[in-house]
């Protein structure tokens, strides 16, 4: 890498490019370069959207990751998409392609060096802007002066749009910036005709995993403390009676009859920002007591595994879980004339909405005395209600999936910012990452945030194993702040 980085350097060491702040003369066609991950390319949509508000007359190109490029096809914004992968291999065709549209400007959102700016360059686009470019070692051959963001806290959106300044348009006047700042993605029907019939599935029949035949994993067995740990657990989510389950905070809001869909995505960009197993298995043992709530695991087909582990992770602690309610007797539940005058008590809340909330919780107690005798049919019309769904459909078919979700819960990674731009629900949940960076600046009444204390230390990569800090986020928090997202968009 060293050494096509100097050889690049030295081979354009007097190659010239305009200098300027902001171009002067008329232009006919623009490149965007946004050709890493699928989030990356999300915070630039915004930029694609502002400079054709502008300039409608200009050809605007974009170059793509291959591996999402399809995701961002339908983008009125872009006349044309050209792919490249960031790797030498690609470099020289993918150059031929680029000098034959006679690219104007060159805006470098998002591109890895040592390729981006030598394939701006050699391009032939007269004018080659990068922000920031203070640290870049091609810095030498931008039209730009080197410079960093004034403020990198902020959200990233507001920064990638501080590079249209250099062709007049400035975002940081707009007096909407969350608006402007909202992200764009564009799906037809047919991307959801899959997804509706996968859906469909959800309370189907469960095939148990025992039975098929598993990848090999390290799982190790259960020591006698973690199983004392899961007790203590399951205590907790079992500890509130029914004045609390009924009170207005409750995060039941739906009839039995009306499901919920809740997307889990447990996968994440770096597994220093992963949530822990246990503390998914715990929340889905809060959700599936509510009849009406279902879940679906999203992902990539490199996170089907991390899925597949979860959902045998959850069967045990069903086992566990289900054992337990049996054997502490809480097997109560009202009849109908006590549920109405339940629902009445000005203790709980008013309305259907108690109704509905004493009418989810008390379904699951009357299933659980059901089949006290056969608790196996209960877990199995339990996982009935978990569909894991990652890697099984392409990138604009998973969009879809997220848009049917009603609540997204998960780490600060890819499938976070397509929600965004779907208008779904989500929580995110932040141990290493700066949320203010990252998380969405608009829709703010349905994008929330559970942020663990983390502090930086020495050497710290974005690989490492930041389990103790993420673990930090309980369960119940997550599934409380749930509640309140899921009551206010009814």
């Known amino acids: 890498m060293k050494i096509f980085e100097n050889l690049m350097k030295f081979y354009l060491r007097n190659r010239k490019t305009q200098k300027c702040e902001m171009v002067s003369e008329k232009f006919k066609c623009v490149c965007f370069f946004s050709n890493t991950a699928i989030g990356d390319t999300l915070f630039n949509t915004p930029v694609f959207r502002e400079f054709r508000a502008k300039f409608s007359d200009v050809k605007t190109i974009a170059l793509l990751n291959p591996n999402n490029a399809a995701l961002f096809r339908d983008d009125p914004n872009l006349d044309e998409i050209i792919t490249y992968d960031g790797r030498w291999g690609g470099f020289l065709k993918t150059l031929k392609i680029l000098k034959s549209k006679k690219i104007d400007i060159c805006f470098l959102l998002h591109s890895n060096e040592p390729q981006a700016t030598p394939l701006a360059i050699l391009s032939g686009a007269k004018y080659v802007f990068k922000l920031p470019n203070h640290k870049n070692k091609f810095n030498f051959l931008h039209s730009n002066t080197p410079q960093k963001y004034a403020d990198e806290s902020r959200y990233i959106v507001l920064n990638r749009l501080l590079q249209l300044k250099f062709v007049g348009i400035n975002s940081d006047e707009s007096l909407a910036k969350d608006e402007i700042c909202r992200l764009s993605l564009y799906l037809n029907p047919a991307d959801y005709v899959r997804v509706d019939e996968k859906l469909k ?18 799982i190790n067995r259960n020591t006698q403390e973690e199983k004392s740990n899961k007790q203590a657990n399951f205590k907790q989510i079992l500890s509130r009676d029914k004045e609390q389950k009924l009170a207005k905070n409750d995060p039941e809001i739906c009839s039995v009859d009306e499901r919920k869909i809740i997307g889990f995505q447990m996968g994440a960009s770096s597994r220093s920002r992963k949530w822990t197993l246990q503390r998914w298995c715990e929340l889905a043992l809060m959700i599936l007591q509510h009849t009406n709530y279902q879940i679906v695991l999203t992902g990539s087909p490199s996170e089907r595994d991390e899925c597949d582990l979860f ?6 602690n069903l086992d566990e879980f289900l054992s337990f309610k049996a ?15 339940l629902c009445d008590d000005e203790n709980f809340a008013e309305g259907s909405y108690g109704k509905a909330v004493a009418n989810s919780s008390l379904e699951f107690d009357k299933k659980i005395s059901q089949n006290v005798s056969n608790i196996a049919n209960l877990k199995s019309d339990l996982l009935g209600r978990v569909l894991n769904l990652a890697g099984v459909f392409n990138l604009r078919e998973a969009a879809a999936l997220i848009d049917r979700l009603n609540i997204l819960i998960t780490p600060d990674t890819g499938p976070l910012h397509v929600a965004a731009a779907m208008k779904t629900p989500t929580i995110a949940l932040y141990g290493v ?24 230390y020495k050497g710290f990569d974005k690989h490492d194993d930041c ?15 749930m509640g309140e997202i899921l009551k206010e968009n009814l």
């Open 433 to 456: 990452a700066d949320p203010n960076s990252s998380n969405p600046n608009f829709d703010t009444k349905i994008h929330k945030i559970i942020k663990a204390d983390f502090k930086n």
């Open 201 to 218: 599935n959800l309370n189907g029949e469960y095939v148990n995993l025992d039975k098929q035949e598993k990848r090999q994993t390290n």
């Open 311 to 316: 959902i045998r992770e959850l069967e045990k």
């Open 467 to 481: 389990a103790q800090t993420m673990e930090k986020i309980s369960s119940q928090s997550v599934y409380e702040l």
């Open 327 to 341: 054997q502490e007797k809480r097997l109560k539940f009202a009849n109908q004339a006590n549920l109405n005058s």
